[in-house]
């Protein structure tokens, strides 16, 4: 039993266990004497842990060396306040900058859009299908529970006080139940609508919040769209604009999919035939099925697929990808969040160098104070045990201003977009990166100035010699070339960043002196081009134009319909131009022609592809 009672020793603090363990060990053999074994475990137990407690209540009372270091810390603190705002300040700027790329990628590049809500069975569907398809893909209940599909282009959408151009979005019935996205007014899409022609509407929440102020008597009025009335059956989450955080604050309203057969006779066959492949899809999995087990799973019903309708599934697989706000399958995505993180590792390492130097500086400047505390006896792992402490205290005083920066700005930013910004607030997971930066800051890179100091000879310090100040510059030298090998790639980094963002919002790629405008016709290809035609010609007559040309929204062509040499899962954008079109956005041609006028019709056969399209199916040859 006396084994049991020294392992209860361990709960006194180490010096007193080291003082007074044998002691208390005899002690209670001789009072247990001739006791059981019951009686003395219960003795050993009521003796050992109240006056273990009271023991650790004595040293918390007169002070640990812990809580001394604490207050020389405060107090030196206090004796350089300008030091110590400009350390705190380092400290808070690279927290707030990293918190913020943290963040932004956690709302928008790892989690589901707004109003989505977040469930691991959700899962994007590729390639694009038609309707016919996603009745196939219903049927297939052990790997699919549910599917979802929709379509959206930008019309014209009048609520009463002139058209405007909004993002009209036609989705199965499902949609909404299947997101998960509760609805702020109205009861949404009744089930059984989707091959129906229901003119009836969700808004979105902030069309809602604009034209209706709010009120739930929205629900039930009419709106226009393309001039035919639509009765308004909901409204979406505030930020819900679908399954993508790339098109965060348009003005986005959904149909049901039978219904843009109103807006579009022409369209009227399209949910019958599987060669209308237009449709997005989001699919909820069947319990115990992964992304990853889709492809296999749907491969015959893929070679199905691939038979009914051979031209527009070539090559044809189902892949599911993880629903989030980017597209993960997307190289351009990927290569964004690396660069993303890059970014952030290299604040990491500038803000620790910074952190470094100024310790470093602040402990060259405590050169002879450092050396009197070793005259009176001082060793040196308490000299580098107060160096930290001090730089904890600073850099978690530095974590808790950051948040607070990071805070502020959010709100400032917040009152200028709003619709993008908003759901960017700092989280449990931003404190706890915070407190694990300003740990990692001054630890890791305030050990070097601790060490530093800690090797100060007493004499030279004494005599005030100058080989301290060498050693110093050394090590700051070291630091500055550190933070210029990180800064630069910082700054690369960071502008290709802007310029990709940049380029991305300007597909084409247009100079400052082009003005783009959306218009869309619904009706015959034949009426449509000649709408357009005139269009064109009245605005080429508008004086100050020089040339005006048409871009017809372009689709996007995967990789598996199109011939093995560019690889599956690759994409490429093809667009309808009309002729004049490279002249008007003043793009030079590296070969050939432009299309030129009356080539722009339907039954036209010519086209003009980019270099690397060129390179992929003529290696070597002239396209």
Known sequence: MIRLYRALLRLYPRGFRADYGDQLCHTFEDRTRGLSAPRTFLAAIADVIPNALGAHWDNLRHGLPVAGDVRLALRQIRRAPLFSCVLISVIALGIGINTGLLTTLDAYAWRVAPGITPDRTLARLLPLLSYPDIQELRERRDVFAEVAAWDWNTTAVDFGAGAEAMDVSYTTANYFRMLGVVLAAGPGFPDGVDLAAPPMVVIGHSLWMTHFGGSPDAIGKTIRIMNLPFTIVGVAPPRFVGTRVNRLGS????????????????????????????????????????????????????????????????????????????????????????????????????????????????AVARRREIGVRFALGASRLRIIRQMLTEALILGAAGALFGIVLYTIAIKIAYATIPEVIYGLDPSSATFFFAAVFALIATVTFGLAPALHASKADIGEVIKNSGTQSIRRGRLQAGFVVIQLACSIPALVVTSLVLIDMRRGMNINAAPASVVTMYSEVMGRPATSNATFNRIRQRLAAIPGVRSVAIDAPFAVVWGEQEPPTFGPGSRIQQFQVSDGYFATLGVPLLRGRAIAAGEDQPESVVAVVDEEVAARLWPGESA
């Open 251 to 362: 003005q986005s309203i959904w149909i049901p999919l039978g219904a843009r057969t109103i807006l579009a006779p022409g369209t009227r066959d399209d949910l019958r035939r599987r060669e209308a492949v237009s449709l997005e899809s989001v699919v909820r999995l069947a319990p115990g099925v992964r992304p990853a087990d889709v492809s296999r799973l749907t491969a015959p019903l893929a070679a199905r697929l691939t038979q009914l309708a051979p031209e527009q599934h070539r090559r044809f697989s189902l892949q599911a990808v993880r629903l989030a706000g980017m597209e993960q399958e997307d190289s351009g995505t990927k290569e964004l969040v690396f660069a993303f993180f890059f970014i952030a590792a290299l604040v990491v390492l500038i803000t620790c160098t910074n952190v470094s130097a100024l310790l470093l500086g602040r």
